[in-house]
């Protein structure tokens, strides 16, 4: 394997610019829905966060699975253990992250109002937060090997396709939390 | 694999994540007038963070799995290390020109129009914010990998979150920067905008 950086262009630059595009379309859509979905300040600043740690986390992920591709200690397979075990790894990882960060988002809603019940936060950060992380492990577990196997480098694509992706799936599962748990 | 290590090297640095998180949102607040001053910067803001920490991270990345092949040896000078380099720079610079073109696009397909002086504002704020945004995270990326390589950090664990984190924050800073200096430009020199 060698870096050529006309190759790298070429591979990331299709990719960027769908992702960015969609990044743009997205930001007009959510800025319309956001005031409607949220009404309590919290959830708004929880946005940032289920999209950050989400996508770093998959950023993690790609970048690990992506090496041990290139080095052949992951064989091009779903089926790999290692391959498999990385996903795991990561994924409970995230969950753990929530965890903590719910436990913090429950102490603060006891003692200060927040707009909404301790106990619904912190259900809201656990469930957002874990349908966040096991979807975008997934999802960034099978476009690595996808685009291994297609003969592209995963480091190029697997980055700007999972963040995207996140941002998404952060504002959507953070919805669907609110809906249920208020409603 | 070694869960252990993982779990050391990540964990903490995702939890720094969530502070970095706080700290851009600060820097986005301190912008609030550049952005009611200069229409249609607000909306390509998150994508222009989004696209540097996608660029960077992916350098990072793929820089991740130079070390691992055993291609850095010679240091982050060797080829390797060049051409990833350019490619970042060719990207970021390819990406920069694109934004104020989505921007238009999705401006017709919109109730409201943004002029060609705004535009104009926008896409001088977008270049200069995008190259000068690469340089300093590309530095920082090299920094960091080297960083990690000789504390025997696997650069895979850490890079990702650290960079999308730096870049937040620089980015907002360059472009805070920036959007005053052409603000300032396009309204008081020439008139043509404010």
């Not at chain 2, 252990?4 to 007038?33: C, F, I, Q």
Request: proline fraction near 3%.
């Amino acid at each position: 394997m060698s870096y050529s950086w006309r190759e790298i262009f070429k591979q990331s630059a299709g990719i960027l610019a769908l992702m960015g595009f969609i990044g743009v379309g997205g930001g007009f859509v959510l800025e319309s829905i956001e005031d409607q979905l949220l009404d309590a300040v919290v959830l708004l600043f929880l946005i940032p966060i289920l999209n950050d740690v989400g996508g770093n986390l998959g950023a993690v992920l790609g970048a690990r699975v992506s090496s041990s591709l290139h080095t052949g200690e992951i064989s091009p397979s779903f089926g790999d253990s290692e391959y498999k075990e990385n996903i795991w790894v990561m994924m409970a990882l995230g969950f753990l992250v929530f965890f903590l960060f719910g436990l913090a988002m429950f102490t603060v809603g006891f003692f200060i109002p927040l707009g909404l019940e301790a106990s619904e936060i912190f259900i809201i950060v656990i469930g957002a937060g874990f349908i966040t992380i096991f979807s975008i492990t997934l999802i960034t577990g099978l476009v690595a090997l996808w685009a291994f196997k297609k003969g592209l480098d995963p480091d190029n694509i697997v980055i700007p396709v999972e963040t995207t992706l996140c941002d998404f799936i952060g504002v959507v599962t953070l919805a669907l939390m609110v809906w249920l748990v208020i409603m | 694999m070694n869960k252990a290590r993982v779990v050391k090297e990540t964990l903490p640095v995702l939890l720094l994540v969530v502070l970095g998180g706080a700290l851009a949102g600060s820097v986005l607040a301190g912008m609030e007038e550049m952005l009611d001053l200069i229409p249609g910067l607000i909306i390509i803001v998150p994508a222009i963070i989004d696209m540097r920490g996608n660029i960077s991270t992916a350098l990072g990345s793929r820089l991740g799995s130079a070390f691992h092949l055993g291609l850095l040896h010679q240091g982050l000078r060797s080829d390797a290390g060049k051409e990833n380099i350019k490619g970042s720079l060719a990207l970021s610079f390819f990406t920069s020109l694109l934004f104020p073109v989505f921007l238009w696009l999705i401006s017709l397909a919109l109730p409201f129009s943004i002029g060609p002086w705004q535009l104009l504002t926008v896409f001088m704020i977008s270049i200069f914010t995008g190259v000068t945004a690469a340089l300093i995270l590309i530095t920082i990326t090299f920094l960091i990998v080297a960083g990690s390589i000789k504390f025997n950090i696997d650069p895979d664990n850490v890079s990702g979150p650290v960079l999308t984190t730096a870049g937040d924050v620089f980015t907002l800073l360059v472009m805070f920067g920036y959007a005053h200096l052409f603000y300032h430009i396009f309204a008081n020199v020439f008139g043509v905008i404010g």
